[in-house]
């Protein structure tokens, strides 16, 4: 399970480096074609995003916070910086050596469940983010629980944690067990990252 001890010090040895910061000129088509080429970005993420007439640039070490947004950051700016040492601090700890870019929309929509009880729960319901693990890009489409959609989508990242490798055997018991339809599309990937995702933020609250 998690060192805590070692994610501590790995915590404050990102808090010991100096977050810089720049103000730049937002250039949307950079990664426009990102967002509309995925399934996870709905459309009203995208719509928001073109909006944007606001972006600084955060780095810390290897990471970097690209945040695109409208009026002002206020409060969210300083749980940006927050946020990044936490990043920089899961990547020491999950030993991630490639250089992450971590794209911000600070989109204010909330998740919610449909209205329509026959309507299924969808990306525009409930996804915060997205990643490729062999990319080095993380997206992440709204400010809700953005800290911790960021250790998620890090996590992908991470070799002993991210796993795609199940087994049609292994499956079909989750389906079984659980009695899921075959219709629906099953990640239990997704599921063992939320869970460590959420102990790390858990984590960090307590450092903090």
């Not at 992450?100 to 909330?110: E, F, T």
């Amino acid at each position: 399970m998690i060192n805590l001890s070692r994610l501590k010090k790995c915590y404050n040895n990102a808090k010991a480096l100096d977050v810089q910061l720049d103000v730049q000129t937002i250039v949307h088509s950079r990664i426009l074609q990102e967002l509309e080429d995925s399934r996870f970005c709905p459309q009203s993420m995208i719509s928001f995003f073109k909006e944007c007439d606001k972006y600084i640039v955060m780095r810390l070490g290897t990471v970097t916070y690209h945040i695109y947004y409208k009026k002002s950051l206020t409060a969210a700016g300083s749980a940006m910086i927050k946020s990044i040492q936490r990043t920089h601090a899961l990547m020491e700890y999950c030993n991630i050596q490639k250089p992450i870019n971590v794209h911000i929309i600070m989109a204010p929509y909330k998740r919610y469940f449909p209205t329509v009880p026959s309507e299924i729960i969808d990306t525009i319901h409930i996804n915060g983010g997205f990643t490729t693990s062999s990319s080095n890009d993380i997206f992440i489409i709204r400010s809700e629980e953005a800290s911790k959609v960021i250790l998620h989508e890090v996590l992908h990242h991470c070799k002993f944690v991210h796993n795609n490798n199940w087994t049609a055997h292994q499956l079909d018991r989750l389906y079984t067990a659980f009695n899921i339809s075959k219709s629906t599309s099953l990640y239990p990937n997704e599921a063992m990252v939320e869970l460590w995702a959420t102990m790390m933020h858990c984590m960090f609250i307590v450092l903090d």
